[in-house]
């Protein structure tokens, strides 16, 4: 099968769970972590075409680049909560500036973490990648997003219609 039918099927399957995921109760993060794993697999064949790597160039950044987004992930989920305890604290209004700039800390440690990983990210990618395949990935980036955003927009339209 050439990589133009797996790409077509992995996205079929990302519409498809997209649209399951709008059906299923927020809550279900067994759900939408299959879903974050079918975007990230969808992102990286995607990567492979648009950039026409290698299988040398593939086999190297693939496991570097799934590493380094699943640390990343956690460290948005953690972020995620010292911001939700951050707004709880401060919702009580009995607020010690002590602890309230041990959260604020917290916070600016765990997105100067987020950054690093991104740095990482880039310091993998200029080892591996030849400059035009650089270039061509600043494009990827910007295209995959939009063309994301707009699959799941008309997920979410198709799993509210029905």
């Given at each position: 099968?050439?990589?133009?039918?797996?790409v077509a099927v992995l996205l079929f399957c990302l519409i498809l769970g997209?649209?399951?995921?709008?059906?299923?109760?927020?809550?279900?993060?067994?759900?939408?972590?299959?879903?974050?794993?079918?975007?990230?697999?969808?992102?990286?064949l995607r990567l492979t075409e648009a950039l026409n790597l290698t299988e040398?160039?593939?086999?190297?950044?693939?496991?570097?680049?799934?590493?380094?987004?699943?640390?990343?992930?956690?460290?948005?989920?953690?972020?995620?909560?010292?911001?939700?305890?951050?707004?709880?604290?401060?919702?009580?209004?009995?607020?010690?500036?002590?602890?309230?700039?041990?959260?604020?800390?917290?916070?600016?440690?765990?997105?100067?973490?987020?950054?690093?990983?991104?740095?990482?990210?880039?310091?993998?990618?200029?080892?591996?990648?030849?400059?035009?395949?650089?270039?061509?990935?600043?494009?990827?980036?910007?295209?995959?997003?939009?063309?994301?955003?707009?699959?799941?927009?008309?997920?979410?339209?198709?799993?509210?219609?029905?």
């Amino acid at each position: 099968m050439n990589r133009r039918k797996i790409v077509a099927v992995l996205l079929f399957c990302l519409i498809l769970g997209t649209r399951a995921l709008a059906q299923v109760p927020q809550g279900d993060a067994q759900v939408k972590s299959r879903l974050r794993n079918n975007i990230n697999t969808l992102r990286l064949l995607r990567l492979t075409e648009a950039l026409n790597l290698t299988e040398d160039q593939t086999a190297k950044l693939f496991p570097a680049l799934t590493r380094i987004d699943s640390a990343k992930l956690e460290l948005q989920r953690q972020m995620g909560t010292e911001i939700q305890d951050l707004r709880v604290y401060l919702s009580k209004g009995d607020v010690r500036n002590e602890e309230l700039l041990g959260r604020v800390k917290t916070i600016k440690e765990l997105r100067q973490q987020i950054r690093a990983k991104d740095e990482e990210v880039d310091a993998v990618l200029d080892a591996n990648l030849t400059p035009v395949q650089k270039a061509k990935y600043m494009l990827f980036l910007v295209d995959f997003a939009r063309g994301l955003g707009e699959t799941l927009n008309r997920a979410r339209g198709l799993g509210g219609k029905n």
